[in-house]
């Protein structure tokens, strides 16, 4: 489990693909509100394939630690292959065991990436009501 820890504290600390892109074809933007984590990516696809990625955000090491790993995995990859990215894709990558809370924050790249792929703009639920 250690180096699962190591790698995790090196994407956080040195994180793959951090920053935005000018012209992104898909860029989407969620929050944790519980914890505060907020996460973005934007993509440019060409030929329904992934050729850039970018993530840029605020939050704990495994919400920024997953994005960081998530942005690796998806470049080069169809819009179709991304759709099929699961929950347990991103729990295998983290590779340690999470609570409920830590499991939001960790899930948080993954519902940006599915939001951005799929076009969603809200979820069920939360909706504003002020």
């Not at 894709?89 to 599915?114: E, F, N, Q, S, T």
């Not at 939001?115 to 969603?120: D, L, P, S, T, V």
Request: charged content about 25%; some cysteine; proline content about 6%.
């Amino acid at each position: 489990m250690n180096i699962y820890q190591e790698e995790l504290l090196d994407h956080y600390e040195n994180p793959s693909n951090y920053g935005t892109l000018p012209n992104p074809d898909i860029s989407h933007e969620e929050d944790n509100p519980l914890c505060g984590d907020r996460i973005r990516l934007d993509l440019v696809v060409e030929d329904d394939t992934i050729k850039e990625v970018r993530f840029s955000g605020h939050g704990c090491t495994i919400s920024q630690a997953a994005a960081s790993m998530l942005t690796e995995e998806i470049e080069g990859k169809t819009l179709a292959e991304v759709k099929q990215f699961s929950r347990d894709d991103i729990l295998d990558m983290i590779g340690i065991p999470l609570g409920p809370v830590r499991l939001k924050c960790a899930l948080l790249p993954l519902k940006v990436l599915k939001a951005g792929a799929y076009g969603i703009t809200g979820w069920p639920g939360e909706e504003d009501f002020s």
